[in-house]
C-alpha cells in the first residue's frame, strides 16, 4: 500500500497494523479528509469503537504517509 516499502511483516502488533491500513484505506476513498487531526481520523475512519486513552501514532503515521505519497 506504500510506495516504495516492501510487503512484508514489520510488527508483531497486528492491532496497530490494522488500524493504520484501515485509516489508510479511508483516506484514499476521501482524500479530502486527509487534513483531519488524527482524533478526528481515528473516528470518522470507524478504526475502532473507542478511542484509545494513548495510541502508539499509528494515525499521525498514516497521514504522514499518505500525503507524502500523494
Not at 508483531?12 to 479530502?32: F, M, S, T, W
Not at 501514532?57 to 497521514?63: A, E, G, L, R, S
Amino acid at each position: 500500500m506504500i510506495i516504495g516499502c516492501k510487503k512484508g511483516k514489520y510488527s508483531r502488533g497486528k492491532k496497530n497494523k490494522e488500524y493504520a491500513v484501515k485509516a489508510l484505506r479511508y483516506l484514499v476513498k476521501h482524500p479530502e479528509d486527509s487534513n483531519l487531526s488524527p482524533n478526528e481520523l481515528w473516528k470518522k475512519a470507524s478504526v475502532s469503537a473507542t478511542l484509545p486513552k494513548q495510541t502508539g501514532y499509528q494515525m499521525d503515521i498514516v497521514i504522514a504517509v499518505f500525503n507524502k505519497n500523494i
